[in-house]
């Protein structure tokens, strides 16, 4: 199991400061366990990226941080990883990282993937204060997206439980999404995570509304957008290249191909992005398009001030505001994003470019885009300031934290006796493991984690 050092350069040894909170003392600088599975790094990954720019951003803000991981491009070496992933993933048995958890133990612990590399039953066993950031919608779909052949797909999350295996929609393939399926048949509802968490965070608008028709209650959802740095300051000057830029992996839901295939010979737009469809991007492209494939992150952020705008074409409903999206924002680069992404209703919120759908032609909006996007960009970078920076997140981080362990701290005073200054047992487990503590989406649905 890797892990991140628990303390950050230049800041004090782990330390608690005590602070009043509604109703108790609660610490203002915590112990944090972040558990994620790491996806393989083939393709660029912004969920990868947001988790270690939020184990830096707790570190920066005073906290102690433990990172319990696993890398995929570690284990997939290991022989039989496939069938051993597959079982991990339908049982919800396997890797776990409870022993490092309770030797740590943290004030929270907060969840961010679990998929394929750690199960899921270990859940129950832990007892403490836990928070579970929703990057996508596993719990509700197979492939993570509700996207399937060129368009929204809501079957699962609706009940028709099989419907992907059906359609083979992990990896385009029946036997790959079995497990999935399987793990999913009873709704997300049953959920492990979903069912264990005290808390749930969602990254946009758009998927809190998503998870509330899956069934989880409002008052277990917290809306916590991703967040990007501050610009460099060696990052280029502000102007106009002339071009238009479009940042993503090459594959269909992110809408590439369908942008080329519309995309006028005489509007000049730069790619940056790799994929499986690179070959059919190419072949779609006017030649006013440049392919620059993968730009590293600091690289790309350097250079986003300099072209005209971004063109975000994603297909689906993304569980996130798109990191790319938020830095285009802190470069004070307008952005135009089509109907139905997190993106689009941001722009629409914020005011931060234009919106269009599939069925609009694109030339007219590029060229109103030309005309409106140079005063834009002071707007962009307010909206930035206002809503994506990394102490904004901090906050609103602090505070949820702050707001569980107080909850937990009154169930503790709770249970002790009333005849006695002597603290009650602890939370003892059930017959089948299970820890006495229950979610506020048990609280409402009643119903326990699915094994």
């Known amino acids: 199991m890797a892990t991140l050092s628990p303390q950050q350069p230049g800041l004090p040894g782990p330390y608690r400061v005590e602070a009043t909170a509604t109703g108790g003392r609660v610490r203002s600088v915590m112990k944090v366990a972040v558990v994620h599975s790491f996806y393989a790094s083939g393709q660029p990954s912004g969920e990868n990226e947001a988790v270690l720019d939020q184990v830096r951003a707790l570190r920066r803000a005073g906290h102690e941080v433990r990172l319990f991981a696993a890398h995929t491009d570690e284990l997939v070496q290991a022989p039989l990883y496939a069938p051993r992933a597959a079982a991990r993933v ?262 931060t470019g234009l919106v269009m759908t599939w069925q609009e032609p694109l030339a007219p909006v590029l060229r109103e885009g030309s005309v409106t996007f140079p005063g834009l960009r002071e707007r962009c970078r307010q909206s930035y300031a206002d809503h994506f920076t990394e102490q904004g997140w901090s906050r609103r981080m602090n505070a949820l934290y702050a707001e569980l362990v107080s909850e937990t701290s009154h169930a503790q005073d709770s249970d002790r006796p009333a005849d006695s200054g002597t603290p009650a047992a602890g939370p003892v487990a059930d017959g089948t493991g299970t820890s006495n503590r229950r979610s506020a989406f048990l609280g409402v649905h009643g119903r326990g984690a699915a094994s």
């Open 90 to 351: 339908a049982t919800g048995r396997g890797r776990h990282p409870l022993a490092g958890l309770r030797a740590y133990d943290p004030d929270i612990v907060h969840v961010h993937n679990l998929f394929p590399n750690f199960g899921r039953v270990w859940l129950r066993g832990w007892d403490g204060p836990l928070v579970a950031t929703m990057h996508n919608y596993r719990p509700m779909c197979a492939a993570a997206t509700l996207y399937r052949e060129g368009q929204v797909c809501t079957r699962c999350l609706d009940g028709e439980r099989w419907a992907s295996l059906r359609h083979g929609c992990y990896r385009s393939s029946r036997t790959a999404t079995l497990p999935l399926a399987w793990a999913g048949r009873r709704g997300a509802a049953s959920d492990p995570l979903l069912a264990r968490a005290d808390r749930l965070v969602v990254l946009s608008s758009l998927a809190e509304r998503t998870y509330r028709r899956a069934g989880v209650p409002a008052e277990c959802l917290r809306l916590v957008p991703n967040f990007v740095g501050d610009p460099s300051v060696d990052e280029a000057a502000p102007g106009d290249n002339g071009r238009w830029l479009a940042v993503a992996r090459l594959t269909a839901e992110k809408g590439i191909l369908e942008l080329l295939r519309r995309w006028p010979a005489e509007e000049p737009l730069d790619i940056v992005g790799d994929g499986e469809l690179m070959a059919e991007c190419r072949a779609a492209a006017p030649p006013s398009v440049r392919f620059l494939r993968s730009l590293d992150r600091s690289e790309l952020r350097r250079r986003l001030p300099s072209w005209r705008g971004l063109v975000f074409s994603s297909r689906v409903f993304e569980g996130a505001v798109p990191l790319v999206y938020i830095e285009s924002l802190a470069a004070g680069l307008p952005v135009i994003a089509f109907e139905g992404s997190s993106a689009a209703e941001s722009v629409k919120e914020l005011g």
